[in-house]
C-alpha cells in the first residue's frame, strides 16, 4: 500500500458545488465552503454561460461534470495553504462525473480533463493527496451551504452558518482568465502552482514545451553555424 495515495485522518475537508446556466437567474455561479476555517466564496457565471450562448460550437451552461471540476479546482486553490498544512485536501462534489474523470485520470471530453489534470498537478506541487468525494446534495451543512451559495441566496446561507465569512484572500487571475475562455491547457495546473509560488513553498516543475523550443533552437543554430 503507497501510503501518499491515502488522505491523512487530519486532512482538511471542503465543499463544493456549481449551478448550470440555461437560466434567468443572473446570480447562479459556483460556490465553495470550509466548516474547518469559517470561510466561504462564491462567483457567479460569465454571460456566455448563464445565457447558454454557443461558443466554439459548445454550449456550456449545461456542461456540468466541467462546471462542478472547475469548482473543485478554486476549492482546492483558495484552500491550498490550509490543505499544504494538513497534508491533504478531500473535496466533496456531487457530480459522479467528475469524481470518475478525476479517479480515472482521463475523460472523453478535453477540457474535462484539463481541469482533472490541472487539479492532480496541484497536489503533486503543493506535496499532498487531494481527493474528490462523491455526494449526493444537501447532505450535511457544507453542502447545503455551497446548494444556497451556487444560488446566490444569502440570507439562507446566514442563518445555516452565521458564523462563516467571505474568503478574504487573492482570488485566481488564471482560473478567472480560463473560465472566460475555456480552452485545453497542459499546463494549467503549473500555471496556479506559479500563482500559488509567491506565498507557498511548492514545486513547480519544469515546462517541458520551453525546454522542447529551447532545444529547437539550438539544434537550427547549429545548422546555420554549419552552413
Known amino acids: 500500500m503507497d501510503p501518499m495515495k491515502h488522505l491523512p485522518a ?14 434567468q437567474d443572473k446570480f447562479k455561479g459556483w460556490g465553495v465552503c470550509c466548516l474547518k476555517t469559517g470561510e466561504w ?19 456550456y451552461g449545461r ?59 496541484l497536489a503533486d506541487g503543493l506535496g499532498i493527496v487531494i481527493q474528490v468525494f462523491y455526494q449526493r446534495r444537501r447532505t450535511d451543512l457544507g453542502d447545503k451551504i455551497v446548494d444556497h451559495l451556487i444560488k446566490g441566496e444569502m440570507q439562507q446561507v446566514e442563518a445555516l452558518w452565521p458564523e462563516g465569512v467571505e474568503w478574504a484572500g487573492k482570488p ?7 473560465i472566460e475562455q475555456p480552452r485545453v491547457m497542459v499546463d494549467l495546473g503549473r ?34 553555424r554549419v552552413e
Open 63 to 121: 456542461k456540468l461534470t466541467l462546471l462542478e471540476g472547475y469548482t473543485s479546482l478554486q476549492a482546492a486553490y483558495l484552500w491550498a495553504r490550509q490543505g499544504q498544512e494538513q497534508g491533504g485536501m478531500s473535496i466533496n462534489c456531487d457530480n459522479i462525473g467528475f469524481y470518475w474523470a478525476y479517479r480515472n485520470g482521463n475523460s472523453r471530453d478535453e477540457l474535462v480533463y484539463t481541469i482533472a489534470k490541472a487539479l492532480n498537478d
Open 10 to 23: 487530519r486532512a482538511l475537508d471542503v465543499h463544493g458545488d456549481a449551478a448550470g446556466g440555461d437560466t
Open 41 to 59: 466564496r462564491r462567483q457567479t457565471w460569465p454571460k456566455f454561460i448563464l445565457n447558454n450562448k454557443r461558443v466554439r460550437g459548445i454550449k
Open 191 to 224: 500555471r496556479l502552482l506559479i500563482e500559488l509560488s509567491g506565498n507557498l513553498n511548492v514545486h513547480v516543475g519544469r515546462d517541458y514545451r520551453e525546454d522542447i523550443r529551447r532545444q529547437e533552437s539550438q539544434r537550427g543554430a547549429k545548422r546555420l
Open 172 to 178: 485566481s487571475n488564471v482560473l478567472r482568465n480560463w
